[in-house]
């Protein structure tokens, strides 16, 4: 092998052996070190090895940020395992909102980065022991999966949402349990043919055919008020229409709604028409409707609560 030759495998060697090294000098340098003297090598080495000794600084400062950075994590984790022990405090969504964060814009323009936009949601919940609160930080629950009147689970202390509760209804509502599938059949009711038709065109077509209904443009009836004397089949065509939707059926009964204090029978109302809506399609049978149908009086106390349910009742059908 010729000395050009074992001086060229020599130069290979090196570049493969310290990379580092060869990235920092440049291949005319390494054509032209033949013809650089003693001095100018010896300064071109206490400058690379000054250049080393600084990348070494920097990849120990980097090795310190990275300890520090995993310290902060592991002390984060551990607060955020400790607030999210139960109990917590119970809390309602009241509005989702997306801020732009525009104090993190004004302080990174004033030091010359460059800041891409980017919105913020941000949430105001109420607390059982009713307090209003703003929350800049929504908490562990994504915000997105959260809207208004949404029961949710606070911290006790900073009011972040930290999960998301069921929706509760009043206790007399989930006694009454919605039926999923009614069995009975149009069949099974006699000699009301005329009101059967009248009831599939009045509740079973705008279910089966809305589509239609909304093609042509036609506004379906909010509900049906069926009167009769007891056991003429109100309450069984009514079962048939929500076998003949394959929708739920939810049956109120009118005296329950009658309250001794003001709004209770509306609560309750309210608390129905809500679990109707979770599980719909739902057909809602209200019987003895004459327990809260009464005219209005102005003995205030007396009717109060009957006239409320009236009217959420009124208000809830032509909605």
């Excluded at 800041?115 to 609160?133: D, E, F, M, P």
């Excluded at 009147?149 to 349990?177: C, F, I």
């Excluded at 077509?205 to 909010?222: D, M, Q, S, V, Y």
């Amino acid at each position: 092998m010729s000395k050009e030759g074992a001086a060229a495998g020599g130069s290979r060697k090196r570049e493969g052996g310290n990379a580092t090294q060869a990235s920092m000098v440049s291949n005319e340098e390494l054509a032209n070190i033949e013809t650089l003297t003693n001095a100018q090598l010896r300064t071109r080495a206490t400058q690379l090895q000054r250049e080393i000794q600084q990348l070494k600084n920097e990849e120990l400062s980097r090795m310190n940020e990275l300890l520090r950075l995993k310290k902060e994590v592991a002390e984060d984790r551990k607060r955020v395992k400790d607030n999210n022990k139960l109990p917590y405090l119970v809390a309602s969504i009241s509005e989702i909102l997306d801020l732009d964060d525009n104090e993190d814009e004004m302080e990174e323009l004033d030091v010359g980065r460059k800041k891409s936009k980017r919105k913020q949601q941000s949430a105001i919940v109420k607390t059982s022991n009713r307090h209003t609160v703003f929350l800049p930080v929504v908490g562990l629950v994504d915000a997105n999966k959260l809207g208004p009147q949404d029961l949710v689970g606070v911290n006790k202390d900073t009011y972040l949402v930290l999960d998301t509760l069921p929706p509760e209804y009043d206790s007399r509502v989930k006694a009454m349990e919605i039926e999923e599938k009614p069995k009975e059949k149009y069949t099974d009711v006699g000699g009301l043919d005329k009101q059967i038709n009248e009831m599939i065109e009045a509740v079973v077509l705008p279910i089966t055919e809305k589509e239609k209904f909304a093609r042509i443009g036609i506004k379906p009836p909010k509900g049906v008020l069926l009167y009769g004397s007891p056991g003429t089949g109100k309450t069984m065509l009514a079962r048939a229409c929500a076998a003949a939707t394959d929708a739920c059926f939810l049956r109120l009964a009118g005296p329950q709604l009658v309250q001794m204090y003001i709004g209770e029978g509306a609560r309750i109302l309210r608390d129905a028409f809500a679990l109707a809506k979770k599980n719909a399609p739902t057909i809602i049978f209200i019987d003895e409707l004459d327990a809260i149908g009464s005219r209005r009086s102005d003995e205030g106390g007396k009717h109060g609560s009957r006239e409320v349910a009236t009217n959420y009742v009124g208000t809830s059908l032509t909605a």
